[in-house]
C-alpha cells in the first residue's frame, strides 16, 4: 500500500473530514469497515487514511517526506496486507494475519492490518478476527473493506466504525474524464449511466476497451431472447481468455458484465 494523500482522492469530503479530524484529535477507533459500491473509491481512502495512520507527522497527516512516508508500496514494517486479488481468504491466512497485531510497531505511531476485500473471508476466517477483536489490541488498528455490511456478520460489524462512501455525482464523474482526455460529450454519456461509480466510468472510457465495447456491442444489438445462451458462452469465452487462473478470469467476466450494462444503460437513454 504506497501512500496516498487526503488530496488525491476524489469526493467524499465528508468522510475525509471526518477522518482528518479523528487522527488530529488522536481518537482513533481500533477497527474501520470502508464500505460502499464497487469503482466508488473505498480502497483509496483506506490508503490514505492508512498512510496517515502510520505517518509520523503530528500536524500535517501523510506528509510524504518522514520515514514511515518514505517506504515503497506494501514494505512498511508497521503494515500488514492482505493480498486484495484474493478470490477467497481462508482462514490459515486469516490466523496468521490476526497473529501480527500482538507485534508492537517498529516505527509507525500504529500497527496496521488492513484487509481490502473482507466479505471474500471464508466461513471460519471471521472468527479468528473477532477472537483478535476479544483482545487487548494495544496499538494496533484494523483497516477492512466491504461492498457492504451485509456481507459480513454483524458481530463484524458493531465491533468497527463504519465509514460509508456513497456515489458520486455525475457532473463529479464527468469532470474527472474531461481531467483525463475523454471528450465532453462521451464523458458526460457514460457519468450518466455509471450509477454513481467513478471506477466503472473510467474503465469504460479507456481506449483499450474500445475493441471490447465494439464487439459487445454487435453481440448485444443481434441478442433475441433464443439466442441469450449463445451470449453467456460467449461472455465467458471472452473472460477465459484472461488466463487460467479462476479469480482472473472472474474479474474478466465481471469487467466484460459491466460494459454490459453500460451499453444498455445507454441505448436506453438514446431510446425515444
Request: glycine share 6%.
Amino acid at each position: 500500500m504506497s501512500v496516498r494523500t487526503f488530496d488525491t482522492v476524489i469526493g467524499h469530503a465528508d468522510a475525509i473530514a471526518g477522518l482528518k479530524a479523528s487522527r488530529a484529535a488522536g481518537r482513533i477507533s481500533n477497527g474501520y469497515l470502508f464500505c460502499g459500491l464497487p469503482g466508488v473509491g473505498r480502497r483509496t481512502v483506506m490508503q490514505a487514511f492508512a498512510s496517515a495512520l502510520l505517518c509520523q507527522s503530528k500536524d500535517h497527516a501523510p506528509c510524504g517526506v518522514c520515514e514511515s512516508c518514505r517506504f515503497s508500496d506494501g514494505a512498511h514494517p508497521d503494515l500488514v496486507l492482505l493480498d486484495p486479488e484474493a478470490e477467497l481468504i481462508p482462514v490459515d491466512a486469516m490466523r496468521e494475519f490476526c497473529s501480527q497485531i500482538a507485534i508492537r510497531p517498529s516505527i509507525a505511531p500504529r500497527r496496521e492490518r488492513s484487509i481490502p476485500a473482507a466479505n471474500r473471508m471464508n466461513d471460519m476466517a471471521p472468527n479468528c478476527f473477532l477472537t483478535t477483536r476479544e483482545e487487548p489490541p494495544g496499538a494496533g488498528v484494523m483497516l477492512m473493506s466491504a461492498i457492504s455490511t451485509d456481507l459480513l456478520l454483524r458481530t463484524i460489524v458493531s465491533r468497527c466504525q463504519v465509514i460509508r462512501l456513497g456515489r458520486h455525482a455525475e457532473e463529479v464523474i464527468a469532470g474527472e474524464l474531461a481531467r483525463r482526455g475523454v471528450e465532453p460529450a462521451r464523458a458526460a454519456a457514460l457519468a450518466a449511466v455509471s450509477d454513481g461509480s467513478l471506477g466503472r466510468a473510467i474503465a469504460a472510457s479507456d481506449s483499450a476497451v474500445d475493441a471490447e465495447w465494439q464487439a459487445l456491442r454487435e453481440q448485444l444489438m443481434a441478442l433475441k431472447p433464443p439466442k441469450a445462451f449463445a451470449f453467456a458462452e460467449w461472455l465467458m469465452e471472452r473472460a477465459q481468455e484472461a488466463g487460467r487462473d479462476v479469480a482472473s478470469v472472474r474479474r474478466r467476466a465481471a469487467e466484460l458484465s459491466n460494459l454490459a450494462l453500460l451499453f444498455y444503460r445507454l441505448e436506453m437513454r438514446r431510446a425515444p
